[in-house]
């Protein structure tokens, strides 16, 4: 049976609670044995980490011990599945860059706040985690994020939508779904979610949240398939540090 470990709590305003129960009954849907921890001390044992196969993250804001996040690096290299959304992933840890780099990007705004309508735009048809997907309207907040270019971008929606200093610039296509690789592990992202409704409201959320996840947790087993290794990366990991 693979396993899970949803870490909830931060800023209770993106309702962490609902969300974690909510990403828990898919993941048990699936098969999945399934861990909920309100504490940031679930992460500090790396060798139990290691016998994950999905790390879920649901927590806004606040601050990691430093090692954490490095038991997360190591994790997530060896081929642990990290998946979140909304502010419970890319606005966790806002001062830890090691966390930005993992999961390949940091929220910076939503103009115009909560109750925003706007587009989600399918921009990999083909990807399994989209597939089958049309277009489809949000009304939340519109996340406008700092990206890692290295990130596979699956959907986007368009800026400016509301008045605000940005739209000096020119429109811009801003990820809303992607997936990136940290080593061996694969890492999931969806910007949506900002209160729990958002999955009942806008359905296809809830799907790409579902497929999202379980293909990050598939990273363990593809490397096993594939005869990939850790080896590579080590030496690099200890010239950091």
Known sequence: MKKALIFQGGWDGHEPVLVSKRFALMLEGEGFSVTVKDSLDCLADVDELLQLDLLVACWTMGTINSEYTQ????????????AGC???MCDAFRNDVQWQFITGANWVSHPGGDGVNYTVNIAAHSNPIVAGLADFPVCS?????????????????????????HISNKPVDMPVV??????LGRVFYNSLGHHDDVFDTSPNAATIMKRGMLWAAQGKAHAAASKLTTARFLESDAKMF
């Open 71 to 82: 038991n997360i690096a190591k994790a997530v290299g060896a081929g642990v599945g990290l």
């Open 86 to 88: 909304h502010g419970g």
């Open 141 to 165: 907040e519109h996340y406008y994020l700092h990206i890692d270019p290295a990130i596979e971008v699956l959907a986007t929606t368009r800026f400016p939508v509301v008045p605000y200093y």
């Open 178 to 183: 992607w997936t990136k690789m940290w080593g």
